[in-house]
């Protein structure tokens, strides 16, 4: 097992969350460091969702802690999590339609920073330079005056990353980052996630369905099943891990190629 006692951005212990008799997550401790591409990964039923969803704040677990950067946020709602270092991105896109994409990452900054802008200051001017920096760093800036709604879908998300890159966080939330996405976009989007990963030094948490993009890319992968966690490792460990196999065979052979 792999662990990361130095330089923690999220630090997970013990969490666990029963529905009636489901035991949806059991006992999952895991940490990330910064830098890290963590993929949390498991067939479906095997926790993620829950166990994702009481990190960003949208659920409060029975028991366990969460701590980031080494506050504990256990039970600490998402709107306040944002605020402290997290950036998140959605399974489905949240951005404005209406808007341009430097609108929307414009709005993300200015959200972010609340009210350090000058009132005086005209909106379409605020945060302009640095909109155009994260659209840039997401390979987005040519697509900078369409409105967000006029963009292909995988460009929303490219869109998406940008915004959540907003508020310049140390830990990053990702929801199925790839999600809908033809083969070729997927790795496309995952690399430029581990990019940023690198040169950010940003910590990633990210669930995924495709194994692909998971043994592809991620740094360390994580293994739910049956709420229990059964692999904490490297791609190679995880993907020679006979108990991965096991419930991985069960569902989708995919895991074990
Ligand atoms: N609100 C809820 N009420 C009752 N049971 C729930 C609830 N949410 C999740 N569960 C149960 O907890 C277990 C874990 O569900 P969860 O959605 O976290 O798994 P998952 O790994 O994200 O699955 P999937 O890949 O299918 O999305 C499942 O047995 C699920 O039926």
Known sequence: MTQNPAGTVLEVRELTKHYGGVRAVDGV???IAPG???ALIGPNGAGKST???IVNGQLKPDSGTVRILGRDVTGVPSRRIAHLG???TFQVAAVFGSMTALENVQ???IAARGSVFGFWRPATTIARDEAMALLEQTGMAGEAER????LAYGDVKRLELAMALAGDPRLLLMDEPTAGMAAAKRGEMIALVQKLTRSRGLA???TEHSMDVVFGHADRVIVLARGRLIADGTVDEVRADPRVREVYLGGTAEAAR
């Open 29 to 31: 401790s895991f940490s």
């Open 51 to 53: 166990c994702f969803n």
């Open 147 to 150: 409105p967000a709604a006029a």
């Open 204 to 206: 990633v948490l990210f």
């Open 86 to 88: 997290v950036g998140r």
């Open 107 to 109: 709005a993300a900054l």
């Open 36 to 38: 890290e591409l963590l």
